[in-house]
């Protein structure tokens, strides 16, 4: 704006002067200011410089005086060998007289050697002979050593295994009961031969008369089934036990179960009216009548 205004020689306002001038201030502090800066960055690299090179000063002289310590010890070292050497090529003479002392001693030796061994008295030649006889084989067996210096080792005898027998599975034992064997029920048997093992309403069946068993095992247990037998004095309790088992099952998994052992589901079988509708319970306590005493429908 300034330069516009002078450019066109135009009269400057007060205001716009005192801009000017505090703009002015302004930048010149900021040039102060970075130059102040840069000296002080000049200052401290120079510091920095200089306790650098009094720090590597006397590093550079403990390397030095390593090096120089290991051409002194070669030195010493020469000068050793050198003497060892003189040493060597001029033997004194002590050693001489010394060398034929070993001479003499090395010739009584010999001499002592080639004389005659005393004949042993005959109580320790018996003790000898007594000593050997009561020593056993076994004993001189272990008593040798092996090649390699070490004793060597008993062979222990060899333990034959012997076949173990597999234990005999526990058949189930089928007691009787008061009604007729499924097999003798034409019915029954029919529509056993229409179901496979992995039916699950003859899994049913079977848990609620035997409890747990395999698969293959349903139909030759069931069929040999002749009615529930109760141990004494607890009738009423397997009963509640068995009625538990049917009420977890649905109404149509209850109806499928009676149909497989041929159960007449008609109002006649529950001895109702004709008004009125069996539920739940006067089927499980059919089922429970029939399980106790099994018979064909007819």
């Known amino acids: 704006r ?10 400057i306002q007060r205001p716009a002067k005192d801009i000017i001038a505090k703009n002015c201030e302004s930048f010149s502090h900021q040039i102060n200011k970075r130059r102040y800066q840069q000296i002080l960055r000049l ?5 920095e410089k200089e306790n650098a090179a009094a720090t590597q000063a006397p590093k550079d002289a403990e390397v030095e005086e390593a090096k120089a310590e290991p051409s002194a010890a070669a030195a010493d070292t020469e000068e050793t060998v050198a003497d060892t050497e003189k040493t060597a090529a001029a033997p004194s003479k002590g050693d001489e007289s010394t060398s034929e002392a070993v001479d003499v001693d090395d010739k009584k030796s010999k001499e002592t050697s080639e004389e005659p061994t005393a004949e042993k008295p005959k109580e320790e ?15 001189e067996k272990t008593a040798e050593p092996s090649p390699t210096g070490r004793g060597r080792r008993e ?53 609620l008369v035997f409890g747990q068993g395999k698969k293959k095992e349903f139909k030759a247990h069931l069929l040999q089934f002749s009615g529930l037998v109760y141990p004494k004095g607890k009738d009423e309790e397997e009963q509640d036990k068995m009625k538990n088992k049917m009420y977890k099952w649905t109404m149509p998994e209850l109806k499928d179960v009676m149909d497989l052992v041929d159960i007449d589901r008609s109002k006649d079988g529950f001895g109702l009216d004709k008004k009125e509708i069996p539920g739940k319970e006067e089927h499980c306590q059919l089922l429970l009548e029939w399980l106790q005493e099994p018979q064909a429908s007819g």
């Open 155 to 207: 062979r222990k005898a060899t333990q034959r295994l012997q076949p173990v027998e597999a234990p005999k599975k526990k058949e189930r034992v089928i007691s009787d009961g008061k009604g007729e064997k499924l097999e003798d029920i034409p019915n029954v048997v029919a529509n056993f031969k229409g179901v496979t093992w992995s039916d699950p309403h003859l899994k049913m069946l079977y848990s």
């Open 2 to 11: 300034t330069l516009h205004l002078q450019h066109n020689n135009l009269p």
């Open 43 to 47: 200052n401290r690299s120079n510091m």
């Open 125 to 139: 030649e018996e003790a000898e002979s007594t000593t050997e006889e009561a020593t056993p084989a076994s004993a």
